[in-house]
C-alpha cells in the first residue's frame, strides 16, 4: 500500500530556518484528489499546531456531510483518504497498525543527493515488493536534511525542460505519483510499434 505525508513541520524556510507551515487549501484538496485517483490508502496531513489541525479536521467533516456529498460528491471522496496528524511518528505508528509492518519512507526534494533513487528503479520496487510505502513531501522550501537522511529512498528532483526548478508541492505530487503508480504509458503499443510505411501508388504505371 502507498500513503502520502505532507509535512509542515520540521521544514525550512527560505533562509534555511526550521519552521512550521500553514495549512493550504489547496495542497489539501489538490492532493486529495491526486491521492484517490492513484489509489493512495491515506494522505496525511503533518501539522503540530492545534489551529492548524481544527481547520482541516473542519474541512474534513464538511465535506464527510450530506451537504458536502450533495455539492461534490467526488470531492467528499478525494476528502475520504485525508488524515491529520501532529508529528511523523504518528503517521508512521498508524501505517504499522494497519499494515503489520514498518512502511518504507520516501523523500522528495529540489535538491540532488549522492544517494538519489531514479523514478523507475523506485517504481519496480514498489512493484516487486509487498512493503507500505509512505511518500513525504515537504512544505515551505523542503523537507530538512536530517529528516531525509533518515529516509529508505531519496527521489531524484523532478526536472523539466529547462533549467527552473520550483514546481508547487501539490504539482509535484501528482508528477510523483503517476511516475510511481500511474500507467506504463511509455511500453503501449502504439509507441514502441513502427509507424506504417505509406503506401505510395503510381497512376500512370
Request: aromatic content about 14%; charged content about 25%.
Given at each position: 500500500m502507498f500513503y502520502i505525508a505532507l509535512i509542515h513541520n520540521?521544514?525550512?524556510?527560505?533562509?534555511?530556518?526550521?519552521?512550521?507551515?500553514t495549512v493550504t487549501n489547496l495542497d489539501l484538496h489538490d492532493i486529495a484528489r491526486a491521492?484517490?485517483?492513484?489509489?493512495?490508502?491515506?494522505y496525511y496531513i503533518v501539522n503540530p499546531l492545534d489551529?492548524?489541525?481544527?481547520?482541516?479536521e473542519?474541512?474534513?467533516?464538511?465535506?464527510?456531510?450530506?451537504?458536502?456529498?450533495?455539492?461534490n460528491s467526488d470531492r467528499q471522496e478525494a476528502f475520504s483518504v485525508l488524515a491529520?496528524?501532529?508529528?511523523?511518528t504518528e503517521v508512521i505508528a498508524e501505517i504499522e497498525e494497519r499494515e503489520g509492518a514498518t512502511p518504507k519512507l520516501i523523500a522528495s526534494d529540489a535538491r540532488e543527493y549522492d544517494n538519489s533513487i531514479g523514478y523507475l528503479e523506485l517504481r519496480r520496487k514498489i512493484q516487486a515488493q509487498d512493503d507500505p510505502y509512505l511518500l513525504l513531501l515537504g512544505?515551505?522550501?523542503?523537507?530538512?536534511a536530517?529528516?531525509?537522511k533518515d529516509t529508505d529512498y531519496i527521489l531524484e528532483p523532478i526536472y523539466?525542460?529547462?533549467?527552473?526548478?520550483?514546481l508547487s508541492v501539490r504539482s509535484a505530487a501528482s508528477i510523483i505519483l503517476d511516475r510511481l503508480l500511474g500507467e506504463e504509458w511509455w511500453s503501449s503499443a502504439e509507441l514502441t510499434s513502427s509507424p506504417p510505411v505509406p503506401c505510395v501508388t503510381n497512376e500512370d504505371s
Open positions: 520540521p521544514v525550512y524556510n527560505k533562509n534555511q530556518k526550521v519552521i512550521t507551515t491521492g484517490r485517483t492513484y489509489d493512495v490508502a491515506k489551529s492548524q489541525q481544527e481547520l482541516v473542519r474541512m474534513r467533516e464538511y465535506w464527510a456531510s450530506d451537504f458536502g456529498a450533495d455539492y491529520i496528524k501532529s508529528e511523523l512544505t515551505g522550501w523542503g523537507l530538512v536530517d529528516l531525509i523539466g525542460q529547462g533549467d527552473y526548478n520550483h
